[in-house]
């Protein structure tokens, strides 16, 4: 039993971030230990809710990735609030706008991959901006605040805890049931073996794909528009961390690279992992150039730590 | 004879000069000045460090990974050349050497513990901002003389009986010869075999006796080594030094190696193609510039343009069957 | 070479993989100007063997000795090869991405210089026309773009082909498992040529008739422990399967199958692209229908339009019923890697294990154990990894992947590759009862003895059907010579 | 007369509010330029991601497609003086603004961005004479706008020893990563009495705060309309008192009126100097009327203007 849960591949990211927040109170003697904690999952939530899109996708197998993640958190968020326009009443259809845009940009980039060819990590990239412009041209840059109820509700804790944070909690395990208990998700990660082979199996392969891309652009137009709630109004801006993130997120926390092997603990562990590292170095008041630096070794070190897949024959 | 010219096969290798010769076409009729030895130069000579750049993911891709730090990496060798290379050149060959080294090791980090290179590239992306700003904490340095001499040189012009001179712009003759170069070590040696090989089938590779842990240390030096290359035609072309002069370098050389038809996995990349990718991203900048579109869409531009380009590809690939 | 030298021999080899004892305690000896038989069940232990032969797994226990030196702690893959052992392996080890030349000088690391690339193209080009004449690969080639029967081709004849070593021993793992009847021939009489002349070769093959027929001296494998080895003459074919531990059916109990009438609407039909008669392949209900002819004449292309159709309108077939395919080539078109033998198993059938949204595992479980006690698939758990299963075993996890699904037509792609004489029986008896409760099946194999087993036969010969034959019809000559020579049907 | 003359704007990154405001003023002033036969075109140009190679190549294109003069908004100091000499080589006029050049063929019009940064310090030694331990957030790491405000900041700490920077973290000018930062470190440092700022991060700092629980200081705002939204309620509800300072988006309209003056042939000393917009507890309601909704404090510059400013920098 606890060999088992040795072996996952999600256990590490946890460790570090475990690690990185003992290394942190070590400096400050144990002070703010556990605002520090809400203040990471507060974060984390918003990281885990774009790497369980890009989990799914990351699963498709190799050359599979959403770079437009970024664009459409900007979309939907700046339509979304100021469609709203802090007026109350407007929460669920902003809700629904920003889904909807979501849809819009998955079959967007899903045409591109299938009807075009052209291979993911170039269509999300030129979609995404194609998107940023659409965003630009509609919000030009403005930043509508959000109504006063979604602000709430995006911040309000329960003990410390955020109740956005419960809610991803519980939208993570369900994603984790949909990717290893529904014929979903079994032919996510049997087109990420391999895609002759799933084709071959009676998977129909260009659905699944299809489904995948269109839900990675609907959570991420569903982080665009909480994010937007929590730090109060959209921005052109807003989503540039979110690339690197969503795919350090996905690695980090244990997901194959090579396809058909999702994970998705892994992308808490790794979330809370990434934002305490950054706490950290600045708690630590290193300079900027050192600060990068020990960002890249310490990801390097977990990376190396957790180790590689191993192969059979 | 028509129809093997045009087969699917002839005319998917042909598809990236194919863009490129459209694109030209298309700057021609919106600029007419532009195709002349002065527009030459002024669009293609950031295309230098661009093809390197490509050309050095395009070895990492080989080997059936990915180089997520490239840009980071380039910007490192800016700053460098800008400091210690210019004040004390010892000083700096060690660290642009230094880099190539630490270049082969994450290579061989990555293959002894079986790791996926996105991450472990992406760390070192970090790695390289960081020591980046470290040397040079705020813009600024000066680029050393031979290589702002360099990228600044004019070929003697070519004087061709009955017509005038011919003056070949320099950044076509760099391409030409990047092109050649990593075209001839990569599939006209016999080793070059084996390393793409590497990428197609790593067991055969190994069975047959080879290390994969040496093609795997080669591929991530030649990107380091071609990474430098890079670098040091950037300082030459800006004479000033920024550490993250050249992030967007990461997917600019991605989408080059792609363009140039080359696949993720596979080993299957083809070094000509790459560097004119290279060229075919640098070109659709001036296109946009003189097709003067409103500022809200410049940037939708852009990915509309890799779009039209890559989407040349479906239409030949559905006339004949797909491999 | 002198004839009868002893080349290597293996003393005591042990080899476990987990719970899994591959390999107990095996001697094994070869000389020079044998051919040497070696058979077993899928799972015997074989494939580990060469293994340890050809240096790529290193034994727990046991020596290795080459020429009569002990090498057991030295030995790998570039010893072996410099000692002139190769080895053509059960799973393909070309490059897919380099040409047929390049595949060559992977092999051989004196291949460099000027104009290596010239010699690489000869020396591969020359054995390719030595092994099998008129085989028309080009050494510019690219591998991926050669079906699977020319991959095997050019990793035969580059594992022949001499540089600075003398070849002195080949192993070769099924290698006629992707070869039609003829390849098949000329490779055997290759080997027999090769041998004559002092070389040595070790056979490995569920064809008990090739190995009866090529070998000088056959060797029995059954789990991981050699069983008998003696003169093949001393063999006969039921003598063998009676060693290997499978209980012989007589072939003629598979002929005992009388034909059907054909009435009714068909449930599948198809036109080969290329037709330009009006020969069409049409299977009715319950028929088990055989694509015969050489390798790779569009078979495989027709199957894949019959799978094709059942998705989406297609001019060239139709299809009335779900189907379910048995690819051919396991590795690229088959298994799953990362996944255990249970969800390879039962991926094509996870619709009918919907309890609410989610799938049962406990069904999952019920149907992996249910196939592996049906079809003998040898693993001491279905939930280990699909890749620890031998080859042929592998292929019986894909074969209980489409038996087991609820697809009324099954697609066969020369299903049998690998798979050994004892669970072929079991199979055949398996596809006639499925048949006889009305599950059609059309099934592309190469071997005549399984034609028998067909209710119907089409025999392909460049992209078009050739002849049409009801089962009454059917002879091995009819086939043999319909194959050859075009004539319409 | 410039009539036939055609100028081009080259800007690096349109990512954010201020960009897009400074975008809008160009277009709100060039436009009737242009109509007006004051000059013949006035195009806008914006690279899609903040690099210097983009901008490099596209100054490079701007020189092709045949502009008199370039006005530019560099995204570095240094390493665009290729591309600006090869233009000034190619006999365009390079005017450059906020994003400056040091390639001494282009005129300057700068802004003292570490001025700036003292003066904020200057305001908080009037208002505190206590011991306070500050918060410094950043801007983005190894550009020179960041190190000369920082510069600025930390001059003006060292002459008053009451103040003390405990933290400093990057916000990259964005709200949104100003806040996650300012959440990270503010468990582990002490009790803070102010924030200083670049500006765009002072409404992240103040939300990171309250979502801390913690008491919220004061903090330095940088013009956009939802911190000085913030702060006006904040003065409401219990008097808060602060000051926010950042460079006016419009600036861009002044290059435009001084490469104009240049290609009519003024004689215009390279280097200008425009004053920052400055907004203090007295004019915060005025400032706030004309800004928009979501946007950025801002003044457009005539050619007026433009004049004084040339003239000023004669003297
Ligand atoms: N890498 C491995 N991991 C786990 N088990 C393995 C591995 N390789 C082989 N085995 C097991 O060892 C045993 C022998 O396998 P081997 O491949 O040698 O059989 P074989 O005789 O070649 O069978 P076939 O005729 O089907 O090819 C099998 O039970 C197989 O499951
Ligand atoms: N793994 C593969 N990848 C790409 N194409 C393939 C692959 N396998 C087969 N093909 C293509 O399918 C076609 C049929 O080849 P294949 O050799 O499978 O035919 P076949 O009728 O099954 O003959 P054989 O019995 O000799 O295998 C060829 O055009 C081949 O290139
Ligand atoms: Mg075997
Ligand atoms: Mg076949």
């Given amino acids: ?123 999300t990239l030129s979609s995404s901006f194609v998107i940023l412009s659409a965003a630009i041209a509609y919000g030009r840059g403005l930043r509508i605040k959000p109504p006063p109820l979604l602000a709430e509700f995006t911040t309000v804790q329960v003990a410390g805890i955020p109740v956005l944070a419960i809610a991803v909690v519980i939208l993570a395990a369900l994603m984790g049931v949909v990717l290893h208990r529904t014929i979903y998700g079994r032919s996510v990660t049997a087109i990420g073996q391999s895609i002759r082979a799933a084709g071959f199996a009676g998977v129909p392969v260009e659905r699944i794909r299809f489904l995948t891309y269109v839900l990675s652009a609907v959570l991420a137009a569903l982080c665009g528009y909480l994010f937007s709630g929590f730090s109060g109004g959209s921005s052109l801006s807003m989503g540039e961390q979110y690339l690197l993130a969503s795919i350090a997120v996905v690695v980090i926390g244990g997901t194959s690279v090579a396809g058909g092997n999702g994970n998705l603990p892994g992308l808490w562990g790794a979330a809370l992992f990434l934002f305490l590292v950054q706490s950290m170095l600045n708690t630590y008041q290193l300079s900027a150039g050192l600060r990068y630096l020990a960002t890249g070794l310490i990801i390097i070190a977990v990376i190396t730590a957790a180790g590689g897949q191993k192969t059979l024959r | 004879m028509i129809a093997t010219v045009l087969s699917p096969k002839v005319l998917r290798a042909a598809l990236p000069a194919l863009s490129l010769l459209i694109l030209l076409v298309a700057v021609w009729y919106l600029n007419p000045r532009a195709i002349s030895p002065l527009g030459f130069n002024l669009m293609f000579n950031l295309a230098v460090p661009i093809a390197l750049a490509t050309v050095a993911q395009m070895c990492v891709i080989t080997v059936n990974d990915l180089d997520l730090g490239i840009g980071a990496y380039v910007g490192f060798v800016v700053c460098v050349a800008a400091t210690w290379l210019y004040d004390t050149p010892l000083l700096g060959i060690a660290a642009l050497i230094g880099g190539i080294v630490l270049y082969m090791a994450v290579g061989a980090l990555i293959h002894v513990r079986n790791l996926p290179s996105i991450v472990v590239t992406l760390g070192m992306s970090f790695v390289w901002l960081g020591l980046a700003i470290l040397v040079l904490p705020t813009p600024g340095g000066k680029a050393p003389e031979w290589l702002a001499a360099l990228m600044k040189y004019k070929p003697p012009a070519i004087p061709i009986p009955g017509w ?41 590779i190994e069975r047959a006796g080879w290390s994969l842990l040496k093609t795997k240390v080669v591929m991530f030096g030649a990107a380091g080594f071609f990474g430098m290359l890079a670098g040091l035609a950037l300082i030459g072309l800006t004479t000033s030094a920024q550490a993250n002069v050249a992030e967007r370098y990461t997917l600019l050389s991605i989408a080059g190696v792609i363009l140039g038809g080359g696949y993720f996995v596979g080993g299957r990349v083809s070094p000509v193609g790459a560097v004119i990718g290279a060229m075919t991203l640098t070109l659709s900048l001036p296109f946009l510039t003189f097709l003067k579109i409103p500022p809200d869409w410049q940037i939708g531009a852009q990915g509309a343009i890799l779009i039209v380009v890559l989407a040349l590809r479906a239409i030949i690939d559905r006339l004949g069957p797909q491999q | 070479m002198s004839m009868g030298e002893r080349i290597v021999s293996l003393d005591g080899v042990d080899k476990s993989f987990g719970a899994v004892h591959a390999l107990a305690g095996v001697d094994l000896a070869c000389d020079s100007g044998e051919c040497l038989g070696l058979v077993g069940h899928n799972g015997a232990g074989k494939s580990t063997l060469m293994h340890v032969l050809a240096g790529t797994l290193r034994p727990d226990r046991g020596r290795i000795l080459v020429s009569g030196d002990d090498l057991t702690r030295s030995y790998d893959v570039a010893v072996a090869q410099s000692r002139g052992i190769r080895c053509v392996f059960q799973e393909l080890s070309l490059c897919p991405n380099l040409t047929v030349a390049e595949n060559a000088r992977v092999f051989h690391a004196s291949l460099r210089g000027l104009g290596w690339r010239r010699r690489a193209g000869k020396l591969i080009l020359d054995k390719l026309d ?204 088959g298994i799953f890697p990362l996944w255990s033998i249970e969800k390879n198993i039962t991926i094509a059938s996870l619709r009918r294990m919907v309890r609410g949204l989610l799938v049962d595992p406990r069904q999952e479980a019920v149907m992996a154990e249910t196939w592996r006690e049906k079809i003998n698939i040898r693993t001491p758990d279905v939930g280990n990894n699909i890749l620890s299963l031998s080859g042929g075993n592998q292929q019986k996890a894909l074969f209980a992947r489409a038996l087991g699904s609820v697809a009324g037509i099954v697609l066969m792609d020369d299903p049998m590759r690998g798979v050994d004489i004892g669970t072929k029986q079991e199979v055949y008896g398996m596809i006639r009862a499925e048949a006889e409760a009305g599950r059609t099946f059309i099934w592309y194999t190469t071997e005549m003895d399984e034609l028998k087993n067909c209710d119907h036969v089409y025999v ?29 049907a | 007369d410039t009539s036939d003359k055609r100028i081009a704007l080259s800007n690096n990154y349109a990512g954010n509010s201020w960009r897009q405001a400074m975008l809008r003023s160009w277009d709100k002033v060039t436009k009737p330029a242009v109509e007006a036969g004051i000059v013949a075109a006035a195009d806008p140009f914006t690279t899609a991601e903040n690099q210097v190679t983009e901008q490099a190549a596209q100054i490079q294109n701007m020189v092709l497609e045949g502009y008199n003069a370039i006005v530019l908004n560099a995204a570095s100091p240094d390493a665009l003086n290729g591309a600006v000499k090869e233009a000034c080589d190619a006999g365009v006029t390079v005017v450059s603004f906020d994003g400056i050049v040091t390639e ?212």
């Fill in chain 3, 130 to 333: 030595e092994i099998f004449p008129g085989h028309s690969i080009a050494p510019g080639d690219v591998v991926g773009d050669l079906g699977i029967a020319r991959r095997q081709m050019v990793e035969i004849a580059r594992a022949f082909s001499v540089t600075d070593t003398p070849v002195k021993l080949v192993i070769l793992d099924e290698p006629t498992s992707s070869l039609d009847a003829v390849l098949a021939g000329q490779l055997l009489d290759f080997v027999k040529r090769f041998v004559a002349a002092g070389g040595a070769v070790i056979l490995i093959s569920h064809l008990l008739g090739e190995i009866l027929d090529t070998a000088s001296r056959v060797i029995v494998m059954r789990d991981g422990k050699v069983v008998a080895g003696r003169p093949a003459a001393e063999f006969t074919r039921d003598s063998l399967v009676a060693a290997m531990g499978s209980v012989a059916k007589g072939a003629d109990e598979s002929s005992a199958r009388t034909a059907k009438g054909r009435e009714g609407a068909p449930v599948a039909r198809a036109r080969p692209a290329g037709q330009r008669n009006g020969a069409e392949l049409v299977a009715h209900r319950g028929e088990v229908v055989g694509l015969a002819g050489l390798g790779g004449q569009g078979q495989t292309e027709m199957l894949r339009a019959l799978f094709a159709a059942a998705r989406r309108r297609s001019r060239e077939a139709s299809v009335r019923e779900p189907v379910a395919l048995v690819a051919g080539d396991r590795q690229t078109d």
């Fill in chain 3, 460 to 488: 392909f010969r460049n992209g078009r059907i050739v002849a049409d034959l009801a089962r009454d019809e059917l002879t091995e000559e009819k086939v043999l010579h319909t194959s050859f020579t075009e004539e319409a």
């Fill in chain 2, 164 to 204: 005038g001179d011919l003056q070949i712009p320099f950044p076509i003759i760099a391409a030409v010869v990047i092109a050649i170069v990593a075209h001839v070590l990569l599939m006209r040696t016999s080793y070059g075999s084996i390393l793409r090989g590497s990428g197609g089938n790593p067991k055969a």
């Fill in chain 4, 104 to 315: 001494p063929c282009a005129w300057r019009i700068a802004v003292d961005f570490k001025q700036m940064g003292k003066d904020e310090v200057l305001y908080l030694k009037d208002r505190i004479t206590e011991e306070c331990n500050l918060l410094e957030i950043r801007g983005l790491a190894g550009v020179f706008v960041d190190d000369e405000i920082s510069k600025g900041i930390h001059e003006g700490v060292s002459e008053y020893p009451n103040f003390k920077i405990v933290g400093s973290v990057h916000g990259d000018w964005d709200q949104a990563k100003a806040q996650a930062a300012v959440a990270g470190i503010l468990p582990s440092l002490p009790e803070i009495c102010a924030v200083v700022t670049q500006g765009g991060d002072g409404y992240g700092a103040a939300q990171a705060f309250a979502a801390a629980g913690r008491d919220v200081p004061l903090i330095i705002m940088g013009n956009r309309e939802d911190e000085l939204l913030w702060w006006k309620e904040q003065k409401d509800a219990n008097g808060y008192e602060t000051m926010s300072v950042s460079i006016a988006p419009g600036v861009s309209t002044l290059a435009f009126w001084v490469a104009q003056k240049i290609l009519d042939g003024q004689d215009v000393p390279k280097d200008l100097v425009v004053p920052f917009l400055r907004i203090d507890q007295g004019n915060l309601e005025d400032n706030l009327a004309n800004t928009e909704k979501g946007g950025v404090a801002n003044v457009e510059y005539s050619s007026d203007d433009a004049q004084k400013v040339i003239d000023d920098a004669k003297m």
């Fill in chain 1, 1 to 123: 039993m606890i060999r088992d849960v040795l072996r996952k591949p999600w256990l590490w990211s946890f460790v570090a971030a475990f690690l990185v927040w003992l290394a942190t109170m070590a400096f400050t003697g144990f002070k703010g230990g556990g605002e520090l904690i809400s203040a990471a999952l507060t974060f984390a939530t918003f990281f885990v809710i774009v790497g369980i899109g890009q989990m799914f996708v990351f699963t498709l197998g190799p050359g599979n990735v959403d770079l437009s993640i970024p664009a459409t958190m900007t979309l939907a968020g700046s339509v979304a609030m100021k469609l709203m326009d802090t007026q109350d009443s407007m929460i669920v259809i902003g809700l629904l706008v920003a889904l909807v845009i979501g849809v819009g940009v998955g079959i967007f980039n899903y045409i591109l991959i299938l009807g075009l060819r052209i291979p993911p990590i170039i269509a």
